[in-house]
Nanobody, 120 residues
Framework: QLVESGGGLVAPGGSLTLSCAAF????????MAWFRQPPGKEREFVAA????????YYADSVKGRYTISRDNRRDSVWLQMDSLIPEDTAVYYC???????????????WGQGTQVTVSS
């Protein structure tokens, strides 16, 4: 089970940190990712991190603004989001996979999502 938290309303240019806690899984065995689904659009890849935390990659739209990290001792992954823009508004999901990928179909476990709204 994956449980996200940390979403909310933030003004353009602001920051938020999303958290995802894993329960009942061998967290360190999984590569983790964040996806998002903007209103009326399909789910899209945001960022991924491999099982050890040594490899990360990002969608071009968030590169340089977002940072994904994890702590296997705490069974958690985070998404630090800076310089937020209205186009970042979406429901954000964390997901777990045994293979690092940008394709949501490759992910085995999903959280329930947390809403992020960027608006003045």
């Amino acid at each position: 089970q994956l449980v996200e938290s940390g979403g909310g309303l933030v003004a353009p240019g602001g920051s938020l940190t999303l958290s995802c806690a894993a329960f009942g899984q061998t967290f360190s065995s999984y590569d983790m990712a964040w996806f998002r689904q903007p209103p009326g659009k399909e789910r899209e890849f945001v960022a991924a991190i491999n099982w050890s935390g040594g490899t990360t990659y990002y969608a071009d739209s968030v590169k340089g603004r977002y940072t994904i990290s994890r702590d296997n001792r705490r069974d958690s992954v985070w998404l630090q989001m800076d310089s937020l823009i209205p186009e970042d508004t979406a429901v954000y999901y964390c997901a777990a996979s045994t293979g690092m990928s940008g394709n949501p179909i490759d992910y085995d476990y999903w959280g329930q999502g947390t809403q992020v709204t960027v608006s003045s």
